[in-house]
């Protein structure tokens, strides 16, 4: 980044530093930046959850800066109920709820866990959360 910036101040004082003859009447230039792929989730509770009729799972931080990701909540020993983040809303079918968004963003919610169907009812609920760009 420093030697970009070098670069543009170095171009920059060619061009107004050449003689006002040899000077054209317009300047432009094009500026390209290649970024990669960041995406982290963290937050969850690494317990096991103690399975209510609303299950609070922790404060769940989310960032991608990809245009379209999936944050996906994977639970041990459940087959049923709803993960709520936020003001979103996924079921979960076949132990796991997904929530997809289609622009970059930086989320810091509450997620919370209701009306939770065990498939065993004597063996803990574990999740992870993951995030991923589509």
Do not use: H
């Amino acid at each position: 980044m420093k030697s970009l910036v070098t670069a543009f101040a170095l171009a920059a004082a060619c061009l107004c530093s050449s003689p006002a003859a040899a000077r054209p009447a317009e300047a432009s230039f094009v500026l390209t930046a290649r970024v990669a792929s960041f995406c982290k989730v963290s937050g969850a509770v690494e317990d096991a959850l103690t399975i209510e009729n609303v299950t609070s799972l922790g404060t769940i931080r989310e960032v991608c800066n990809t245009q379209g990701y999936v944050v996906r909540a994977s639970f041990t020993n459940l087959s049923g109920g709803t993960v709520y983040a936020g003001s979103d809303q996924a079921g979960i079918d076949g132990g796991a709820a997904e929530f997809r968004y289609a622009q970059a963003q930086a989320l810091v919610r509450p997620w919370l866990l209701r009306d939770a169907v065990k498939q065993d009812s004597a063996a803990p609920v574990y999740l992870t959360v993951s995030i991923m760009p589509l």
